[in-house]
């Protein structure tokens, strides 16, 4: 059962030396949850937004988990993306789009 703790936050553009801008997340998510993955599909309560993104951090220890995005999402075992135990992802999120987990 994978602890998967899921933000949705907006980025601002911040200037890099000698390079383009570097999308740096607001220091307060526009929402957030966490949630454990179980043996079925689950989908969380959190709806993105255009310009929005997703920050999902899957906490250490308790596997990995598959997620599928989408307005009516299911996951399942080979579903889009396979998330593993301890590591950060992030994710640019669309109007009403949802999570949907599953054990990894």
């Known amino acids: 059962m994978a602890t998967i703790y899921a933000r949705l936050v907006t980025v601002q553009n911040r200037p890099m030396n000698g390079g383009g801008p570097m999308p740096v997340p607001y ?60 590591q950060h992802y992030e994710f640019s999120a669309s109007a009403g789009q949802k999570m949907a987990y599953i054990n990894g």
């Open 27 to 86: 220091a307060v998510p526009v929402s957030k949850e966490t949630l454990t993955s179980g043996a079925s599909s689950a989908t969380g309560t959190l709806a993105g937004a255009d310009g929005q993104y997703w920050y999902i951090d899957i906490l250490s220890g308790g596997g990995n988990a598959w997620v599928q995005f989408g307005t009516v999402p299911t996951a399942a075992a080979g579903s889009d993306f396979l998330l593993v135990d301890g």
